[in-house]
């Protein structure tokens, strides 16, 4: 006789999307549940507060086993696109600075060596980078260009016989600080197309510095980047990246992750807000009690609810091999949006406690700014799904 095992239901997934995921899979998300609570929750809002990262976490990210989950041959279990989001989700909806640590070096890193490096090259970082024995970055944005970087890179790449020279700079890379292999993309001054390059640390002309005063995420360790005549061997170019086009056909999988990521922020300020409603009293009665706290409570679990059906749906479509740009685009912006309300709506419900990192509720409303702004702003990607439904682009 088979049993099917328990497993826990959290309560922001009010219509139980986390069982459509296999047993296997829950399995491996509970693990990395737990890890969570045990590990990370606890000491999120120091690390925080010091804009400083738990190195120590990353060993025991390791002893997951969960980097390589999308890749073939370089985990127990091969992944689907929906355990991925979830683990996303779950991560984001613990430590938002921790899942962007998590998904620069798995999905923007690994990604970019995955599609668009030769089997060589895949053979050559991603396993030690799977054991997260060496830690990617991913630099694009530019002290000059965000929203507008596929018009043209200003970092340039010019081959000297079997090396690569790069000069310029590079702006909020996430990891870079300490990151062993940093993806750089620049435009070869021979053809004009954006080209991939991986930089390893201490690599000679390659400059990180730390961003300081950020005021989200700031556990994470963005930097600014200066290459000055920083000289890559051509082995180091990503071998099929010949385009801004392969560029984006990595933003496209990641997009899909951060909106995966900002439901797991909204979905914390909505448990927090519900715990918080129903221990905090006034007027002689909890909060929860009130008809304007349940109307923030009801439109809170409404925002993360629609949220996770869009994204589950677009797992889907990632699986088939369907999904397009528009699909990854729609959901960043819409997810991101909600989530903006939601923690706005969270963070009212706990009144001027709101403000205090004790009650943790004032890290996911800061860190939500973040979630909102990377990886396309929402005018961007409306402009990506405008330009997908008319037929006519609305880009300047």
């Keep these: 006789m088979t049993t099917t095992r328990e497993f826990e239901t959290l309560t922001g997934d009010f219509y139980q999307f986390e069982n459509l995921l296999s047993e296997t899979e829950r399995g491996i998300l509970e693990r990395v549940r737990a890890f969570l609570r045990a590990e990370v929750e606890p000491i999120a809002n120091e690390y925080w507060a010091r804009a400083e990262f738990p190195f120590q976490l990353i060993d025991g990210i390791r002893g997951l086993d969960i980097a390589g989950l999308m890749y073939d041959g370089l985990a127990a279990h091969r992944g689907s696109r929906l355990l991925s989001g979830f683990l996303a989700l779950e991560i984001g909806r613990a430590d938002p600075s921790v899942n962007t640590f998590y998904g620069v070096h798995t999905g923007l890193a690994m990604g970019s060596i995955d599609r668009c ?10 396993p030690g980078m799977a054991r997260m024995d060496r830690i990617g970055a991913f630099a694009l944005t530019e002290p000059h260009g965000g929203s507008d970087v596929s018009g043209g890179l200003e970092t340039t790449a010019r081959r000297e016989g ?43 002309g390659f400059h990180p510095v730390k961003i300081e005063g950020k005021v989200a995420l700031r556990s994470v360790q963005n930097a600014d980047i200066t290459l000055d005549g920083c000289r890559v061997p051509e082995r180091n170019r990503l071998q099929r990246a010949n385009s801004f086009r392969d560029t984006s056909d990595v933003l496209r999988q990641t997009r899909g992750g951060v909106a995966w990521g900002s439901v797991g922020c909204m979905m914390a300020a909505y448990e927090l807000a519900l715990a918080y409603a129903k221990e905090r009293e006034q007027f002689g009665r909890p909060i929860a009690k009130f008809q304007l706290v349940q109307d ?69 409303f800061a860190d939500a700014e973040a979630l909102y702004s990377y990886e396309g702003t929402r005018e961007i990607n409306q402009l990506i799904v405008g330009r997908a439904v008319t037929g006519m682009s609305a880009f300047v």
């Design 162 to 204: 079997d090396t690569w020279v790069l000069d310029g700079e590079k702006k909020w890379i996430g990891n870079a600080t300490f990151a062993d292999l940093v993806v750089v993309w620049a435009r070869d001054l021979e053809d004009g197309h954006v080209k991939g390059f991986v930089v390893e640390r201490d690599t000679p």
């Design 296 to 364: 923030h409570l009801a439109t809170m679990l409404g925002n993360v609810t629609s949220s996770l059906a869009l994204v589950v749906r677009l797992a889907g479509l990632q699986d088939e091999g369907i999904d397009l740009d528009e699909h990854s685009a729609l959901a960043k912006s819409v997810v991101t949006t909600r989530m903006r309300e939601t923690v706005a709506l969270a963070r009212e419900v706990f009144g001027g406690n709101g403000i205090l990192l004790e009650h943790d509720i004032a890290r996911y």
């Design 117 to 126: 490096g030769s089997e060589e090259q895949r053979e050559r970082w991603l």
